[in-house]
T-cell receptor
């Protein structure tokens, strides 16, 4: 099956710094990638939809200037958490949409801890 | 409003026993329904995906059913193993809004020896 990777898997940063998370589709081209956030014992919450070559579409309540998304190629999307604060600590998961199979494949997630 | 409700929230079963998880949805227009398994600290992994015309699909010891008329789905786990301990998430996709997924809250399954 299709594989989606995320890097890093785990990151600890200090409050006020920025962190970049990469999401790659390894063996297929993804026209659309999605970014989710998951708090403990809760389900995934969609943050934004990222289309290759265009601006991301953010869900209501998600600050686009804080969570910068870039989808520069059909296999790579990045999420940058700017000026991170402890409340941004969460599990961030990306998924890549393979249109021909209407399937979304999820990455393994990135655990962000802001101290 | 598109919603996916799952029950029970959590479940403890003994190794070797069967269990069934429920999912009710109100997503429209319906595209497909998926069941994912999510281990703690990992991303979701697809178990089954069913379109409107499919009413059952199996993946090893996992069997999903779909009743599109009543908008209900179930996931049956047969002969549970300790490795089945995870969260199981029911997700419904809509044809509208760029194939966005609506997630259920998940059922946390704990298999005990």
């Amino acid at each position: 099956g299709a594989v989606v990777s995320q890097h890093p898997s785990r990151v600890i940063c200090k409050s006020g710094t920025s962190v970049k998370i990469e999401c790659r589709s390894l063996d297929f081209q993804a026209t659309t990638m999605f970014w989710y956030r998951q708090f403990p014992k809760q389900s995934l919450m969609l943050m934004a939809t990222s289309n290759e070559g265009s601006k991301a579409t953010y869900e209501q309540g998600v600050e686009k200037d804080k969570f910068l998304i870039n989808h520069a190629s059909l296999t790579l999307s990045t999420l940058t958490v700017t000026s991170a604060h402890p409340e941004d600590s969460s599990f961030y998961i990306c998924s890549a949409y393979q249109g021909s199979h209407y399937e979304q494949y999820f990455g393994p997630g990135t655990r962000l801890t802001v101290t | 409003k598109n919603q996916v409700e799952q029950s029970p929230q959590s479940l403890i079963i003994l190794e070797g026993k069967n269990c069934t998880l429920q999912c009710n949805y109100t997503v429209s227009p319906f595209s497909n329904l998926r069941w994912y398994k999510q281990d703690t600290g990992r991303g979701p992994v697809s178990l089954t995906i069913m379109t409107f015309s499919e009413n059952t699909k199996s993946n090893g010891r996992y069997t999903a059913t779909l009743d599109a008329d009543t908008k209900q789905s179930s996931l049956h786990i047969t002969a549970s193993q300790l490795s089945d301990s995870a969260s199981y998430i029911c997700v419904v996709s809509t044809k509208a809004a760029g194939n966005k997924l609506t997630f259920g809250g998940g059922t946390r399954v704990l298999v005990k020896p």
